[in-house]
């Protein structure tokens, strides 16, 4: 997995002026092979994009108190080349999905597999951003307020002390949302050990909309 904070390492010695951004997309994970062949289990092409405000999302979600609930999806013919796009987010009140990471992957090839090295890379930049990220020497930091707000926090303190979080990057995901997709179910139930609770406008085909004025 690329190191995406290895440049932050530095930063609480030094007056260098840059930092990392709350939002600029960092890759957390990729295999590439120009010539779209299959690499192991894994497509030809496959980046997955995250930043680190996505990220803060899993403690923002563990901090609220509620059971950790993920849902993901993908889309394809996002453009002219042989790509589609994979996400995995987690849920709030609402029903609202909150972006976790955003994979590129090849056309048609959505797969178990797929959203498993998705969401290894996202379980292991998050235990990376948790306990490598170091404060800076700048009195007023927006980027280190938003980590260690959602770090010190007493779930995401908790969750430091788990050794399975620790030494195999688990992430305690308690439900789990689904469309019609076959490869997510299957994820679910082989990665996550849980059963995928259907949309339930892909389940009956009625869409149900709803204002909040």
Same mark, same amino acid.
């Given at each position: ?79 002219? *080349? &042989? ?6 987010? $987690?849920?709030? @009140?609402? +029903? ?5 990471? %955003? ?78 997709? *076959? &490869? ?6 082989? $990665?996550?050990? @849980?059963? +995928? ?5 892909? %389940? ?10």
């Amino acid at each position: 997995m690329p190191d995406f904070l290895s440049h932050n390492a530095a930063l609480e010695v030094t007056d260098t002026p840059e930092h990392l951004s709350l939002h600029l997309p960092y890759v957390i994970g990729y295999s590439v092979d120009s010539s779209h062949q299959d690499i192991g289990k894994s497509a030809g092409i496959f980046i997955v994009l995250s930043n680190i405000w996505m990220l803060l999302n899993i403690g923002r979600a563990l901090n609220s108190g509620w059971p950790l609930q993920i849902q993901g999806d993908a889309t394809f013919k996002v453009c002219a *080349e &042989a790509v589609g796009v994979l996400g995995i987010g $987690v849920n709030s @009140l609402g +029903a609202s999905n909150h972006w976790l990471a %955003l994979a590129i992957i090849p056309e048609d090839r959505e797969s178990a597999e797929m959203y498993k090295q998705t969401w290894i890379s996202i379980s292991n930049a998050f235990h990376m951003l948790m306990t490598q990220y170091r404060k800076c020497h700048r009195a007023k930091c927006s980027v280190c307020e938003a980590v260690f707000s959602v770090k010190e926090q007493p779930h995401v303190q908790e969750l430091l002390q788990d050794d399975d979080f620790n030494i195999r990057r688990i992430l305690p995901v308690l439900l789990v949302d689904s469309d019609n997709s *076959e &490869a997510w179910r299957k994820f679910c139930r082989e $990665v996550l050990n @849980l059963p +995928a609770d259907q949309c339930f406008a892909h %389940l009956t085909g009625n869409i149900c909309l709803a204002f909040s004025f």
